[in-house]
């Protein structure tokens, strides 16, 4: 395992929630780090840019209460994802932001910024970039951030093809630093297998589309307890980037999940329009067999803690 940097000191249970376009709020964060894995939420997500800070405020002085209320079981640090694409004409006044609240822990996607991650580092922040495969991880290392999200085949939202095994392996070739792996990931099992492969953390979505905290249409977070891997469709069309979706919501937009035509990937939006354009078309991953009810954050974490207890127990049996 990686040498870790001090912003996981307080970690304790070796997973990462992922931002989760439009459902991740400050409440939802909040419960996350307040369970013990590292709750995120996307900068974009704060609508107009101006709530960004408030929801700052609020993530910031909710875990500082908790960890003097509870200083043995202190909350689990927070990331901000920035999305480092020309089409985010947010990028700097939320980086602002998040240089004046200090966020411990900043996730970039879709490109890497020198900048970016120096202004992270500039209060001692860490960068955990996106990857999907290996040239774009020895760039981001290149650029300056500090670790790798292995965003592999079978992950929620913006997805890669690479099967885990491959694309860890590759990256533990050269890179000795923090790595979470993302796709398909819904279990305690699963997360211990992540460290068997040579990740340090599981980076885990779609399991908590289906919590009480999460800001998503109650119809999104049945269809996520009702669904499959079979129902997973992958495709470029709604941002220009390929990405994993329900099938029954592209059918509720008048779509057939089956016959969906490509897009132009030079068109890539990530802007109020696409959020408004797509805002019912629901990303999720394929590891979603395993949800099989809505419930709060603090009890799916609870059992992603017991099943990886159980899960090292039958190893070592």
């Known amino acids: 395992m990686s040498k870790l940097p001090a912003a996981f000191d307080s970690l304790k249970f070796p997973v990462i929630a992922s931002p989760l376009f439009i459902i991740s709020n400050p409440k939802l964060v909040i419960a996350q780090c307040k369970a013990g894995v590292v709750g995120s939420m996307p900068a974009l997500n704060a609508r107009p840019a101006e709530q960004l800070e408030e929801w700052l405020i609020?993530?910031?002085?909710?875990?500082?209460?908790?960890?003097?209320?509870?200083?043995?079981?202190?909350?689990?640090?927070?990331?901000?994802?920035?999305?480092?694409?020309?089409?985010?004409?947010?990028?700097?006044?939320?980086?602002?932001?998040?240089?004046?609240?200090?966020?411990?822990?900043?996730?970039?996607?879709?490109g890497a910024r020198e900048d970016v991650n120096?202004?992270?580092?500039?209060?001692?922040?860490?960068?955990?970039?996106?990857?999907?495969?290996?040239?774009?991880?020895?760039?981001?290392?290149?650029?300056?951030?500090?670790?790798?999200i292995a965003v592999?085949?079978?992950a929620?939202?913006?997805?890669?093809?690479?099967?885990?095994?491959?694309?860890?392996?590759?990256?533990?070739?050269?890179?000795?630093?923090?790595?979470?792996l993302s796709g398909s990931i819904a279990t305690g099992g699963a997360?211990?297998?992540?460290?068997?492969m040579g990740a340090d953390f599981a980076y885990i979505g779609s399991a908590f589309i289906a919590t009480d905290e999460a800001r998503a249409a109650e119809d999104y977070k049945q269809a996520v307890v009702d669904s499959t891997s079979d129902d997973i469709v992958l495709s470029n069309l709604f941002t220009g980037v390929h990405g994993n979706y329900l099938a029954p919501s592209i059918r509720n937009a008048g779509l057939d999940p089956e016959n969906l035509p490509e897009s132009d990937p030079s068109k890539m939006n990530f802007g109020?329009?696409?959020?408004?354009?797509?805002?019912?078309?629901?990303?999720?991953?394929?590891?979603?067999?395993?949800?099989?009810?809505?419930?709060?954050?603090?009890?799916?974490?609870?059992r992603l803690k017991r099943e990886y207890q159980e899960a090292k127990s039958r190893i070592t049996a």
């Not at 089409?87 to 970039?108: F, G, Q, W």
């Not at 001692?124 to 790798?148: C, P, R, S, T, Y």
């Not at 929620?156 to 590759?170: D, N, R, T, W, Y």
């Not at 354009?277 to 603090?298: H, L």
């Open 58 to 110: 609020e993530i910031t002085e909710a875990l500082a209460a908790h960890n003097r209320e509870h200083p043995d079981q202190p909350a689990a640090p927070f990331a901000i994802n920035q999305i480092v694409h020309k089409s985010n004409d947010r990028l700097e006044h939320d980086m602002a932001m998040c240089v004046k609240y200090k966020v411990p822990i900043i996730i970039t996607s879709l």
């Open 118 to 148: 120096e202004a992270a580092h500039s209060y001692g922040g860490i960068v955990l970039h996106d990857v999907i495969n290996n040239k774009f991880a020895k760039k981001a290392i290149e650029k300056g951030a500090d670790g790798l």
């Open 152 to 154: 592999a085949s079978g």
């Open 156 to 180: 929620g939202g913006h997805a890669g093809v690479k099967s885990p095994f491959a694309l860890i392996q590759e990256i533990r070739e050269w890179f000795d630093g923090p790595v979470a």
């Open 191 to 196: 997360v211990l297998a992540a460290q068997a």
């Open 272 to 302: 109020g329009d696409a959020k408004k354009a797509w805002k019912d078309i629901w990303g999720c991953g394929q590891g979603i067999g395993a949800i099989k009810a809505v419930v709060p954050t603090a009890e799916l974490v609870a």
